[in-house]
C-alpha cells in the first residue's frame, strides 16, 4: 500500500507560480497513475491532472490545460504538479491521489492534502 504526502502549497499572487510535490512511501510511484485533484471550499472535489502508469501519458481538467504540468520523478519517488499563471478561482486544497490500474475509475489511495491560495 502506498502513503502519499503532499507539500508546496501557499499564498501566492495571481500570475505567479508553485510546485506542488507529493512524495510516496511504502510502494514505488511507478507502480501507479497518480493523479492531481482540488476542493475549494463549499464545492465539490474536482479533477485537475493525472499521469497513467504505463507509458505516462497525461490529462487535464480543461480549467488547468496549458497552465499546469503534472511530472513523475521515479528516483525520487514523487510526483509534482507545476502550476503556472495562477488564478483566484485555482484556490483550493489539493490533493495527490493513486490507482493501480489505469482503467480504474477511482483512486484507491489519497493524501492529507495541501492549501493553495491564489490573491488577486
Known amino acids: 500500500q502506498v502513503q502519499l504526502a503532499e507539500s508546496g502549497g501557499r499564498l501566492v499572487l495571481a500570475g505567479g507560480s508553485l510546485r506542488l510535490s507529493c512524495a510516496a512511501s511504502g510502494r514505488t510511484v511507478s507502480n501507479y497513475g497518480m493523479g492531481w485533484f482540488r476542493q475549494a471550499p463549499e464545492k465539490e472535489r474536482e479533477f485537475v491532472a493525472a499521469?497513467?502508469?504505463?507509458?505516462?501519458?497525461?490529462y487535464y481538467a480543461d480549467s488547468v490545460k496549458g497552465r499546469f504540468t503534472i511530472s513523475r520523478d521515479s528516483t525520487k519517488n514523487t510526483v509534482y504538479l507545476q502550476m503556472n499563471s495562477l488564478k483566484p478561482e485555482d484556490t483550493a486544497v489539493y490533493y495527490c491521489a493513486a490507482r493501480t490500474s489505469d482503467s480504474d475509475k477511482q483512486f484507491d489511495y489519497w493524501g492529507q492534502g495541501t492549501q493553495v491560495t491564489v490573491s488577486s
Open positions: 499521469i497513467s502508469r504505463s507509458f505516462g501519458y497525461t
